[in-house]
């Protein structure tokens, strides 16, 4: 009996750990409802400075779409760069658009997904990686570029909410 259920128990295991990461379309429907307020700070490159400034956030499921929701931007003092984003969960939920997961886990009341994606601006490669917060109340992406061969990070930019 013992040595049945050790060998249950790491057949399990085994299946866990091999189970690739997915994001759910629950995780993103949380986001859904009522408006966010917040902020979006971002790198002004002009002046190598932080800069923030009012940011609203309105997110819809597509109607017509599965895994596709509309994250309708609002910046009250700037309304002319008003935008929607089209996030669309891909690959079996390996993918936002084209960002591929890296991490999905839950800790301290908060979901956190981490994505990237490689890209070529004006032929330098360099890597985007996108880490989402979700919770109830508060809801932060950051976005951070990383050029070939450096050792880390930079944050372009942060938005963060609650409601």
């Known amino acids: 009996m013992k040595k049945s ?3 249950l128990t790491g057949l399990l295991l085994s299946f866990a750990f091999t189970f690739p990461l997915r ?12 408006k966010w307020s917040g902020k979006l ?8 400075r932080q ?6 956030l ?13 994250f309708r ?9 008003n935008n929607v984003d089209t996030i669309v969960l891909k690959g079996r939920g390996h993918h936002i658009n084209d960002q591929r997961l890296l991490e999905r886990n839950k800790t301290g009341g908060f ?6 994606k490689r890209i070529n601006d004006d032929g330098v490669d360099k890597i985007y990686q996108y880490t989402y917060l979700i919770s109830r109340s508060s809801f932060s992406i950051k976005k951070e570029e990383k050029k ?7 944050q372009r930019h942060v938005y963060e909410y609650t409601r």
């Not at 994001?23 to 009522?34: F, Q, T």
């Not at 800069?51 to 609203?56: K, L, R, T």
């Not at 910046?75 to 002319?80: D, F, R, S, T, V």
Request: charged content about 20%; hydrophobic content about 40%.
């Open 41 to 48: 700070t971002y790198l002004d490159y002009g002046s190598n």
């Open 5 to 7: 259920l050790a060998v």
């Open 111 to 116: 979901l956190r997904i981490v994505t990237q």
């Open 23 to 34: 994001i759910k379309n629950r995780d993103l429907a949380i986001l859904e409802g009522v």
């Open 148 to 154: 070939k061969g450096d050792a880390g990070f930079i």
């Open 51 to 56: 800069v923030s400034i009012p940011a609203d």
């Open 58 to 70: 309105m997110v819809e499921a597509a109607t017509s779409e599965t895994n596709t929701w509309y």
């Open 73 to 81: 931007n609002e910046y009250p003092k700037e309304p002319h760069v």
